[in-house]
């Protein structure tokens, strides 16, 4: 077994978009004592042990502190009640509805007013007057003649330090004289199978909740919440379900408008779904920049995607812009992000992946300002906050020791149709100098969550009714531009290039799964993010050797953070077929034994298409 003794390093720490270099106290690891692969490095799958001398530093972009409170008084003045992290001005506030026919929800403001404060303050209200949303001239929602109804906002929030406006959008209801509980986050459909789905949501008071999907009933129980997941059961395969959430909480109820959701067939022979990711803040400010992901380029894509009949829709990570030290900074970014995916997220299942920025993480600096970042612990660990937001399958490997996050819902697989998905975190339990202090390595995939890989890849080769199969994860096993330096590759692991450190252990264990991979014989694609732009490339013994059976590894990062050019020194550039820096999403069209792929642009050119063939032995595949 090869293990590594050291006692004092000097490593290269990832900081806030640069790195510096920090001498941090080296460990001796034995093989009696570890309980990581006998190829990895130093502590890397410990229990981190922060070095003496270093203090926890807070670092967050936290502006608005939860979601605000509304109040309505006998004249349908509505006041709007918020705390701001930092002294900001007088915030506006954007108001109206949403049309009564429209699919895709999306706010009509037909109102606005200014915050009465002429000073600094952490504490907020603006007055808003009901009255003329039930006008004749503006009450396309029958306002007055059913005395109230959902109220679409959107505050904005200055905040002078940073020079820059933020937003925040959502609702309320008001039925007669007083507010009553409404969806402010959701309904969300996910985890369909031809015979059952999950209906979650979150309300802005405490209620139960009844989903009516069909001619049945499911209930929330007695208990006043507000969050709320109800799983459909007895469901037909290959049905068109209408849906919708009724509350209530004991005095009043509301009732959401109707939605819908398809189940499918058990073979489902044809159909579509769409794939992105890299959705973090863009440059551009406004909605480029709203709350940790960018509004704008998401809600483009997903339309469009929903638009050309996308079955699901699978985001490869890096959601938000994270690298906060804040838990509540972490879920309101989250917010962010679930409020752009909530159009379409009503009608078809939207599967999350965990990137390098869903990192919510304690921060640590020594006196000469040197600095380490890891995964916070416990319930506020990243892995369990993104848990708690997104509702994704349960079916993955156990944590990888006891102390570290759990895998679950970051970990999965899922069959739609013929097809069979498997969904890794390659920035699971992530810690920005592992190797010294424990925890693990962005890009590096653990023994548990291997063990599990290479158990699902052996039930996908012996399960008949997998024709396809689809390897996913954040991190590209080859890298093209901006991360050659991370990723699964760390320039081959080159220790003159790793600041001293051998880390060929991350390529030998990339190599170990894409070898199970693509031996199951039914490997399609392998679909990354992480770089910024769009690129297909052919993985076959020109990269290496034992590459026996050749496939695609394409990578999709352009839904909305800044780009990167593609670098021609990687030793596979001679492999990449096509590369585009424009916003794009990936379509896929399975049909039977066929599938194509679009790229397709947001402004609707479609940047690449291709046929994603299985290779099989002695028929010369070379595209």
Request: with cysteine.
């Amino acid at each position: 077994m090869k293990y590594i003794r050291f006692t004092r390093w000097s490593i290269l720490i990832a900081g806030w978009g640069c790195f510096v270099i920090a001498d941090l106290p080296g460990q001796t690891e034995t093989a009696a004592s570890s309980t990581v692969a006998s190829t990895a490095c130093g502590r890397v799958g410990l229990l981190p042990e922060i070095p003496a001398g270093y203090s926890q530093r807070e670092v967050q972009a936290l502006v608005l502190m939860g979601h605000p409170t509304v109040t309505l008084d006998g004249n349908y003045q509505a006041v709007l009640r918020f705390q701001t992290a930092k002294p900001t001005p007088a915030a506006r506030i954007y108001y109206g509805t949403f049309l009564p026919d429209q699919i895709l929800l999306e706010p009509r403001y037909r109102r606005t007013e200014k915050e009465n404060l002429d000073t600094m303050s952490t504490s907020h209200a603006i007055r808003i007057d009901l009255a003329p949303l039930m006008g004749a001239s503006i009450d396309v929602n029958r306002m007055a003649e059913n005395d109230g109804g959902v109220v679409a906002y959107r505050l904005e929030i200055y905040d002078p330090q940073e020079a820059r406006s933020h937003f925040y959008d959502s609702r309320f209801e008001f039925r007669g004289r007083e507010i009553v509980p409404t969806i402010i986050e959701g309904p969300f459909v996910d985890r369909i199978t031809p015979t059952r789905a999950v209906i979650s949501w979150e309300s802005d008071l405490p209620a139960r909740g009844t989903v009516r999907a069909g001619t049945k009933s499911y209930s929330t129980g007695n208990d006043l919440a507000t969050r709320h997941e109800v799983h459909l059961t007895d469901l037909q395969s290959g049905m068109r379900y209408p849906y919708r959430v009724e509350l209530t909480n004991g005095r009043v109820s509301s009732a959401g408008r109707e939605f819908y959701f398809r189940t499918p067939d058990h073979a489902q022979p044809h159909f579509r779904f769409a794939v992105l990711g890299d959705s973090r803040e863009g440059v551009g400010g406004g909605e480029m920049a709203y709350g940790g992901t960018n509004l704008k380029v998401l809600e483009r894509l997903i339309t469009d995607a929903f638009n050309r009949n996308a079955e699901f829709i699978i985001h490869t990570g890096d959601l938000i812009n994270g690298y906060t030290t804040s838990p509540l900074d972490f879920s309101m970014q989250l917010k962010a992000f679930k409020h752009a995916m909530e159009p379409a997220g009503r009608y078809i299942p939207i599967y999350e992946m965990m990137g390098n920025h869903e990192a919510l993480m304690n921060r640590y600096v020594d006196q000469q300002g040197r600095g380490v970042s890891l995964d916070k612990p416990g319930n506020d660990s990243a892995e369990a906050l993104f848990r708690r937001a997104f509702v994704n399958p349960e079916n993955g490997p156990e944590a990888e020791i006891e102390g570290a996050p759990s895998y679950q819902e970051t970990v999965y697989t899922f069959d739609y149709g013929s097809c069979r998905f498997v969904v890794m975190n390659t920035n699971y339990w992530w810690c920005s100098a592992p190797e010294a202090i424990g925890g693990n390595l962005e890009g590096y995939v653990l023994d548990k969550q291997w063990e599990w890989l290479r158990q699902v890849f052996a039930q996908a080769r012996e399960d008949a009714a997998v024709q396809h199969l689809f390897l996913l994860g954040h991190e590209p096993m080859f890298p093209n531009d901006g991360h050659v330096g991370d990723a699964m590759w760390y320039h081959g692991g080159d220790p003159d290039k790793n600041g001293g450190i051998d880390r060929t252990y991350v390529v030998e264990r990339r190599d170990e799964i894409w070898e199970a991979f693509v031996a199951t014989g039914k490997a399609r694609a392998a679909l990354f993010a992480d770089e910024h732009n769009y690129s297909r490339t052919w993985i076959d013994t020109n990269v290496n050797p034992r590459y026996a059976r050749p496939t695609w590894q394409i990578i999709s990062g352009g839904a909305g953070a800044p780009f990167h050019a593609l670098n021609p020194e990687v030793p596979w550039a001679g492999q990449v077929r096509a590369h585009s820096v424009q916003i794009h999403y990936l379509l896929f069209e399975v049909n039977g034994p066929a599938i194509q792929m679009e790229a397709i642009s947001s402004t609707g050119e479609i940047i690449d298409r291709v046929d994603l063939a299985v290779y099989r032995p002695g028929e010369g595949v070379s595209p």
